[in-house]
Nanobody, 128 residues
């Protein structure tokens, strides 16, 4: 298993930026996929994107493509989500997740059911 601790988030005006971080510890896997998900009230948890040890990035939904960037510092076991030009549709609880494996290509769609390790979540609010 993997322990995940998130930081970042908060409130920002529309058009602003936020960065989320997620540190993985006690990792027993040799290959790790780490991803970001978000869940707004009343909605299902949706994948924002994922990245593996090789830096391969998964499918990124059109709703965030070009605005959100996923990256990973393997040396520090830290996952990042840089969110730019935040929109009123972006507020949600954001979660990082991890699971053993690798991403075959950008066709890979991260879904919550495929991940067994989760961070505590962090709220992102966008004001107008």
């Amino acid at each position: 298993q993997v322990q995940l601790v998130q930081s970042g988030g908060g409130s920002v005006q529309a058009g602003g930026s936020l960065t989320l971080s997620c540190v993985a510890s006690e990792n027993k896997y040799s290959r790790l996929i780490m991803g970001w998900f978000r869940q707004a009230p009343g909605n299902k948890r949706e994948g924002v994107g994922a990245i593996d040890n090789d830096g391969t990035i998964s499918y990124v939904p059109d709703s965030v493509k070009g605005r959100f960037t996923i990256s990973k510092d393997n040396a520090k076991n830290t996952l990042f989500l840089q969110m730019n030009n935040l929109e009123p549709e972006d507020p949600a609880m954001y979660y990082c997740a991890a699971e053993e494996g690798r991403i075959g290509g950008s066709w890979f769609r991260p879904i919550p059911e495929d991940f067994g390790n989760w961070g505590q979540g962090t709220q992102v609010t966008v004001t107008t």
